[in-house]
């Protein structure tokens, strides 16, 4: 059926080229042209479009509870993918704006990685990621960004600025960056340490100690959040990026932040609040020695001063 499809769009693409070189006025040129293609596009329209082949990952284990390409211990292979398969949901979730920081994590069924297979090399397991219907025709959907975002988060907890750590936990959210810590402390209490390929791009920890220290490093411990009030004046906000900016009275200081997806339109910043005296509250968030990131959580955290 893919293929009959494929000839057909082909077909349908080469009558729209030739007719578009035939003149109008030679009507009988154009006749059986036009017919044909006609015929094509309906039968076209019966044939439906194929499915988006969803994208798999491979996880990977070396350390105690691996035997080379053999196997791995049971136990700590079910508690890992577990463990895996919550950090994922919970950045799914953290990236379409419904974690909380308490409850059940939002669509957990919905949003479960399906094993496929083991990778070989060293052990470990193959995984699809779920395609929703609302992504078979997308080029791009909320799993694949999830676990970019995860594999990028855990090279940047080896290798990066506490900034470009931070810029990952904006999207994200912070509990989402704890599921993704209790994934590797699970690993970190086996003696044993991963490798996730994606999108041929692989990252993998060095050992078991370069595995510790990134988990300490994403534990909660290294984050502060708070609100924090300012009285000034909104600058404007870019609807589309959701970035904005507000100057402080006091000090003429400018705060750069983003509005939450919550708000549906941001740019109500720039109609109802632009340049006029504001007290707003933001949401603060800081993660180790980072700068801090503002957000404006609702409109409802702003008023006239």
């Known amino acids: 059926m893919t293929q009959r499809r494929l000839h057909l769009e082909s077909e349908v693409s080469e009558l729209e080229r030739l007719l578009a070189e035939i003149p109008d006025e030679d009507v009988i040129d154009r006749l059986a042209f036009e017919q044909r293609l006609d015929s094509v596009r309906s039968e076209l329209d019966t044939i439906p479009m194929p ?16 035997s080379g390409s053999h196997g791995v211990a049971a136990d700590f292979a079910g508690k890992a993918s577990n463990a895996f398969a919550d950090a994922f949901a919970a950045i799914q979730a953290g990236l379409n704006s419904t974690l909380r920081y308490m409850g059940p994590i ?28 609302d992504d078979l025709f997308a080029d791009d959907n909320g799993a694949d960004k999830a676990i970019e975002d995860l594999k990028n988060l855990l090279r940047a907890s080896v290798e990066g600025t506490d900034d470009q750590v931070s810029d990952i936990i904006e999207e994200i959210h912070p509990r989402a960056v704890r599921k993704i810590a209790d994934f590797l402390h699970v690993l970190s209490q086996n003696d044993a340490w991963c490798g996730i390929e994606f999108r041929n791009d692989y990252f993998k920890f060095s050992d078991v100690d370069q595995l510790a220290l990134s988990e300490k490093r994403l534990r909660e411990e290294n984050f502060s959040e708070r609100q924090e009030q300012y009285f000034g004046e909104f600058q404007g906000v870019l609807p589309h990026s959701r970035n904005f900016e507000f100057k402080v009275a006091e000090d003429d200081t400018i705060i ?20 006029k005296p504001t007290l707003a509250t933001f949401n603060v968030v800081q993660f180790g020695q980072g700068r801090p990131r503002f957000t404006l959580m609702s409109l409802g955290d702003l008023s006239s001063g």
Not at 51 to 66: C, E, K, M, N, Y
């Open 106 to 133: 939002p669509d957990r069924i919905r949003n479960q990685l399906l094993i496929t297979g083991t990778a070989v090399g060293s052990f470990g397991f193959e995984m699809e990621l779920p395609l929703s219907a």
């Open 51 to 66: 499915a988006r082949t969803p994208d798999s990952l491979r996880l990977t284990f070396r350390g105690t509870p691996v």
């Open 256 to 275: 750069k932040g983003k509005v939450d997806k919550s708000v549906d339109d941001p740019d109500i910043l720039n109609r109802d609040w632009l340049h």
